[in-house]
């Protein structure tokens, strides 16, 4: 049963890996067998973060480049076939988070956000599955949110950018469906990253979330490794265009 859900000899690309969810993932994926590249656009973390999965054991390589950037990218993945391996296993999970009433959004704000959140998975996606469509096999995981389905007050554009990373899932797997590629989304609820220190340190939200959420508390980014290994090993390989919402049970109630 094991053999399931291994991942020995696979090579993992995780974008925006340099901290948070994506490192843990990255961390996961690497103890269930997989080579890891890990990416960023800041270089400093990325280095330690490369330095810390090799302490912990995992054969990890590090490759800067920014998903917004299709050349970069480009030239990235094909140094990392050309020297690592092909890569089997995507993991699309850069992203920003910004805060503003929606009347008052900067349009460079909005764009940003779009542009790395959904225009990024897109980008990389169609760079890395040129190899998986000749392979006739790939698996691709989104990093969608809660806010897939569900909008909060001053993160519209989030909202919208990760709602149409749920439908771009749907998207791919019915696109690449017929080369043996699966495509689906994680979508976290309430993780505890830098991206949602602000909201963490502030007792107010902090008190509203736990009594909104069934499982009274935030969810540890560890808790997210299940359904990554999941979906990007042959235990998923007939499940395709779907999210796996990892929230504690908050998007089944209100
Ligand atoms: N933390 C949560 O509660 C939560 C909930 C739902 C979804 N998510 C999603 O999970 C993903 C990771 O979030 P996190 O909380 O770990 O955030 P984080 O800010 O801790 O990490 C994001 C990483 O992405 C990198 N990055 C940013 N722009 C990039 C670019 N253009 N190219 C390459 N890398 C880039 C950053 O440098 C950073 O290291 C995001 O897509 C986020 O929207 C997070």
């Not at 929606?102 to 897109?122: P, V």
């Not at 749920?166 to 080369?179: E, F, I, N, Q, S």
Request: charged share 25%; hydrophobic share 40%; net charge positive.
């Amino acid at each position: 049963m094991k053999e399931l859900f291994d991942l020995t000899g696979k090579v993992a690309l995780i974008t925006g890996s340099g901290r948070g969810i994506g490192f843990v993932l990255a961390k996961g994926l690497g103890q269930a067998g997989a080579k890891i590249v890990l990416n960023d656009i800041d270089e400093d973390r990325l280095k330690q973060a490369v330095a810390l999965l090799k302490r912990e054991g995992v054969d990890a390589y590090g490759r800067i480049f920014d998903v917004r950037k299709e050349k970069m990218i480009q030239e990235q993945v094909r140094l990392v076939e050309n020297e690592i391996g092909t890569i089997d296993i995507l993991v699309n999970n850069a992203g920003i988070q910004i805060r503003a009433p929606l009347e008052q959004f900067k349009e460079e704000s909005w764009r940003q956000i779009l542009d790395i959140n959904l225009t990024g998975a897109f980008l990389t996606s169609k760079t890395v599955v040129q190899g998986m469509i000749k392979r006739k096999s790939g698996k691709i995981i989104n990093i969608c949110s809660i806010q897939s389905e569900l909008a909060r007050p001053t993160i519209a554009p989030y909202a919208a950018s990760k709602g149409g990373l749920k439908m771009l899932t749907r998207g791919m797997a019915t696109d690449w469906g017929k080369y043996n590629i699966q495509v689906n989304g994680i979508a976290p609820g309430y993780f505890k990253t830098e991206m949602t220190k602000k909201l963490y340190e502030d007792e107010k939200f902090n008190a509203w979330l736990c009594s909104r959420t069934p499982a009274n508390r935030w969810g540890e980014p560890e808790e997210l490794i299940g359904a990554a290994i999941f979906l990007a090993s042959r235990a998923s390989d007939y499940v395709n265009g779907h999210i796996i919402y990892v929230d504690g049970g908050l998007l089944g109630c209100v």
